[in-house]
């Protein structure tokens, strides 16, 4: 059950939780709990409220996409010319059923949408390209970027800094 949530019902101690388990979220609850100092019936409390309240939406294993045959990295960025209800629709629906983007994104400036895409290789991207983005409703302008190296990736959010605390 999902809670209203209100930033100012966090604390330092959740901010801590939080970020121990961005750092490792196979942490039992008995090290959580030793890590924080507190019983481990209180930290399961606390471990629950962030989950009902939708702060922690999950877990996951970091993945090297290298060593599974993802060199390509590339960022898109897409301008459309159909704004229709119908044509976003469909431009949503393809975009939530492509495995090969990572993140999706709405943006102010030049272009609509800003694209996160993995790929084996150039060739394989340039298939991609093809088969889906040329597809996609209302498309006018395509503008690849290709990562050259990769300096800082992470999903860890500054907690304490959002939270101001």
């Not at 121990?20 to 709990?33: E, F, H, P, T, V």
């Not at 019983?39 to 309240?53: D, F, I, N, V």
């Not at 159909?82 to 059923?97: D, G, K, L, N, P």
Request: hydrophobic share 40%.
């Amino acid at each position: 059950m999902k809670y209203p949530f209100q930033m100012s019902q966090l604390d330092k101690i959740d901010a801590q939780l939080i970020d121990s388990l961005q750092a490792d979220g196979r942490l039992s609850i008995a090290k959580l709990a030793e890590r924080l100092g507190m019983s481990e019936a209180t930290c399961w409390r606390r471990h629950k409220r962030l989950e009902e309240l939708g702060v922690i939406e999950g877990y996951q294993a970091t993945l090297n996409r290298r060593k599974l045959g993802g060199n390509v990295l590339a960022f898109v960025q897409i301008t459309c010319t159909q704004h229709s209800e119908a044509a976003t629709a469909e431009f949503e629906r393809i975009i939530q059923a492509s495995s090969r983007m990572l993140s999706c994104h709405n943006t102010t400036g030049e272009a609509d949408f800003l694209l996160q895409i993995i790929a084996q290789d150039l060739d394989d991207y340039s298939r991609f390209v093809e088969k889906v983005l040329r597809q996609l409703p209302g498309v006018s302008s395509i503008r690849s970027n290709i990562s050259l190296r990769e300096m800082k990736t992470t999903s860890h959010l500054p907690v304490g800094e959002l939270l101001g605390l």
